[in-house]
């Protein structure tokens, strides 16, 4: 059994879809990120960056403890390998996977969250112009980058389709609300039109859905001191004592 720890972001539905995929048993744990559940001690212990998702593997290969797992897309290579299902069968589609596994962790989901951010951010903390122009151009580069992959392949490492296509979906989906027009980007909207439809995916992109948090509901005491927890993080200092030292 696979515990994963969740919360109903783009993130945490690269790894719905998977497993919902691979079809493995599996059990969710909810992380509320904007009641500041991923800065408890439990969920340190799991994920030293404090941030969803992260796995817990209690039946990992080899047997002994529970094998724990954090950063979205070591997540899904540690499933694909444990599965041995949508890593690529061969070292060359493995390694077609992996760089784009790579891609979106270092493009598609930093560059369309920043856009995301500013874009909320823009009538509330001065002018935002240059910030929201440079991630909705990033953002719109990056469109380009997956249309042009798609010309001539049906998924995104080649002619089958892996944990890239899973890890990239679900931040497309946002596609009408970061100013895309999937007009303009013809063989990405054949690519997002076929996976939409995937019954596994529909599984994975739902669960959670009914777990919103209303914030509305929240006195101004509240809502400052989770604002505090959650924005304009800084370091949590390490133990005073106690540590490896020269």
Request: hydrophobic share 35%; proline share 4%; net charge negative.
């Amino acid at each position: 059994m696979i515990d994963v720890h969740y919360w109903a972001t783009p993130n945490g539905k690269k790894l719905t879809i998977q497993l919902e995929e691979c079809g493995i048993d599996y059990n969710v744990v909810y992380c509320s990120i904007g009641q500041g559940d991923q800065f408890s001690e439990d969920f340190l212990k799991i994920n030293p960056n404090h941030r969803m998702p992260a796995i817990v593997d209690h039946a990992p290969a080899g047997g002994g403890e529970p094998l724990a797992v954090f950063e979205s897309g070591a997540c899904m290579m540690y499933i694909a390998d444990k599965t041995g299902l949508f890593g690529g069968s061969n070292e060359r589609e493995k390694w077609e996977v992996t760089q784009w596994v790579m891609w979106q962790m270092a493009n598609q989901g930093p560059k369309f969250g920043e856009r995301g951010h500013f874009a909320r951010l823009k009538d509330r903390e001065g002018d935002q112009s240059y910030s929201l122009r440079r991630f909705t151009d990033e953002t719109h580069r990056l469109y380009g980058v997956m249309n042009n992959r798609l010309y001539d392949r049906r998924y995104l490492a080649g002619d089958k389709y892996t944990i890239a296509d899973m890890i990239s979906y679900p931040w497309a989906t946002y596609w009408d609300k970061q100013g895309i027009d999937l007009d303009e980007f013809k063989y990405f909207k054949r690519w997002y039109e076929e996976i939409s439809v995937r019954p596994a995916v529909q599984r994975g992109m739902a669960i959670g859905e009914d777990k919103s948090f209303d914030y509305s509901q929240l006195n101004e005491k509240d809502i400052e001191r989770l604002s505090k927890m959650l924005y304009n993080q800084r370091a949590i200092p390490a133990p005073a004592t106690g540590g490896i030292e020269r």
